[in-house]
Nanobody, 127 residues
Framework: QVQFVESGGGLVQAGGSLRLSCAAS????????IGWFREAVGKEREGVVC????????LSADSVKGRFTISRDNAKTTVSLQMKDLKPEDTAVYFC????????????????????WGQGTQVTVSS
């Protein structure tokens, strides 16, 4: 059974940093493009950052470019999201998921291509 578990969320002041983790079981993370998405209250789920399979190339949404960094660990069991210079508009529940249709990240951020969504982790940025 495939399971993704997100962790690391919390409350932080604007300008602060957080590191989120996505731990996967039941599959080999390196075989998939892995995306982080977020969903704020009253808004649609949006793609944030993605890391491709094989070459670990990354893709970031314009809203987080230069502030968020995605990476895989050496054992390929965890994907991390390092967030810095956080803003109140970054407040959301953050989810990780695997793209079952592409091995390389795509800027279309089609959520329906992704599966194995975890329960999410709440990030709250106070002003």
């Amino acid at each position: 059974q495939v399971q993704f578990v997100e962790s690391g969320g919390g409350l932080v002041q604007a300008g602060g940093s957080l590191r989120l983790s996505c731990a996967a079981s039941g599959l080999t993370l390196d075989d998939y493009a892995i995306g982080w998405f977020r969903e704020a209250v009253g808004k649609e789920r949006e793609g944030v950052v993605c890391i491709s399979s094989s070459d670990d190339s990354t893709l970031s949404a314009d809203s987080v470019k230069g502030r968020f960094t995605i990476s895989r660990d050496n054992a390929k069991t965890t994907v991390s999201l390092q967030m810095k210079d956080l803003k109140p508009e970054d407040t959301a529940v953050y989810f990780c998921a695997a793209n079952l249709m592409r091995r390389r990240c795509d800027s279309s951020w089609r959520a329906f291509e992704y599966a194995y969504w975890g329960q999410g982790t709440q990030v709250t940025v106070s002003s």
